[in-house]
Nanobody, 124 residues
């Protein structure tokens, strides 16, 4: 099971980017997926998260600018980032809480699975 993130890049302030993260492999079900970010010298913080029931949580710092969505059929989460600011510059990490199918049968829960980060740089 792996999480593959894509969509980062360099953009000018005020611009937009869309990040995608696909969970692949022997997935039984996904409880929640989310995006975290870590700027230089900072801790990794939650940006947005969407649960299996569709409920979402968005960090106050990006509320009104970022939109998180999920395609359950594709096991993919998206983060649409609008009105980007230089302070949004960070490495963005995909995270998942999911069940996978082990070789020994029965779903096993991974509470805190991480994908590779994708760099988002916003120039002023």
């Amino acid at each position: 099971v792996q999480l593959q993130a894509s969509g980062g890049g360099l953009v000018q302030a005020g611009g937009s980017l869309r990040l995608s993260c696909e969970a692949s492999g022997s997935i039984h079900s996904i409880v929640a997926m989310g995006w975290y970010r870590q700027g230089p010298g900072n801790q990794r913080d939650l940006v947005a998260r969407v649960s299996s029931d569709g409920s979402t949580s968005i960090a106050d710092s990006v509320k009104g600018r970022f939109i998180v969505s999920r395609d359950n059929a594709l096991n993919t989460i998206y983060l649409r980032m609008n009105s980007l600011k230089p302070e949004d510059t960070a490495v963005y990490y995909c995270n998942a809480d999911l069940y996978y199918l082990s070789d020994y049968g029965g779903p096993i829960r991974l509470y805190d699975m991480w994908g590779q980060g994708t760099q988002v740089t916003v120039s002023s």
